[in-house]
């Protein structure tokens, strides 16, 4: 069963940067789709990103594109969420997870998550 752990959130300046670590504790099956999620206090997950582990097909939630970039370092079973220009909207703990073979959206369709890391926006 694999585990995943986030890191490199922290509290940024709007206009600002971040990239998120998702490290997973075995390689992926290579048909498996990793992917990120934000939660808001008060609000539902919501997909932002997601890549095929095999292939790095990626695939974007319409308000992160163009501003967030998912990649993967095959060797080291790590996946990354580079993200620029923050907004304060973007304030969230942000969850990775796998288990999915396709590219959804679904929360239920991963089985495996990550603790979280906080992504703190201010303005």
Known sequence: QVQ??????????????????????????????IAWFHQAPGKEREFVAAIRWSSGTTHYAN????????SRDYAKNTVYLQMNSLKPEDTAAYYCATGAVTFT???N?????????QVTVSP
């Open 4 to 33: 995943l752990v986030e890191s490199g959130g922290g509290l940024v300046q709007a206009g600002g940067s971040l990239r998120l670590s998702c490290a997973a504790s075995l390689r992926p099956s290579s048909s498996y789709v």
């Open 109 to 117: 369709d991963y089985a495996y998550w990550g603790q979280g890391t």
């Open 105 to 107: 959206s679904g929360v």
């Open 63 to 70: 308000s992160v594109k163009g501003r967030f970039t998912i």
